[in-house]
């Protein structure tokens, strides 16, 4: 299958359940944007097999780690994950707790004036909270 060697590369074994992960998450045209608890509930609906919580979270996170999904953090409590790994920007709606991609192009030039030593920048993303 198509997913087996992006879980073997994340150091994760092929399992019924991490392939279903993975066709949830990798099997999509657009940017899939989603919380842990998301996910779960997404692949519950879209299969009729049990799946943890932990098994999610520990998938979520190895593909993370390896570079094939961005994680987000919105505050302290809450954090989000996009399949789109490319720099760029997000709008999250507080009201529908919803994150939606803002295009590098929509975006002017950030000067970012304060310098670290021995430390260059990466990369700048930006975090717009909507509200009603």
């Known amino acids: ?3 087996i060697d992006k879980l073997r590369n994340s150091g994760l074994r092929p399992t019924k ?3 279903q992960i993975c066709e949830v998450l990798f099997n999509t045209e657009k940017t899939f944007h989603f919380t842990i608890n998301e996910l779960e509930q997404k692949i519950k609906d879209k299969i009729d097999c049990k799946i943890s919580l932990a098994t999610v979270y520990n998938t979520v996170h190895a593909f993370e780690k390896k570079g094939y999904l961005k994680q987000i953090p919105i505050n302290s409590n809450q954090t989000y994950f996009d399949t789109n790994v490319t720099d760029h920007h997000h709008f999250y709606d507080l009201k529908d707790q919803k994150l939606i991609d803002l295009e590098n192009s929509d975006v ?3 000067n970012i004036k304060k310098k670290i030593n021995g ?3 990466k990369s700048v993303e930006v975090l717009v909270k909507l509200e009603d």
């Open 17 to 19: 359940q991490r392939l």
């Open 119 to 121: 430390k260059r920048i």
């Open 1 to 3: 299958m198509k997913y």
């Open 108 to 110: 002017g030039p950030i």
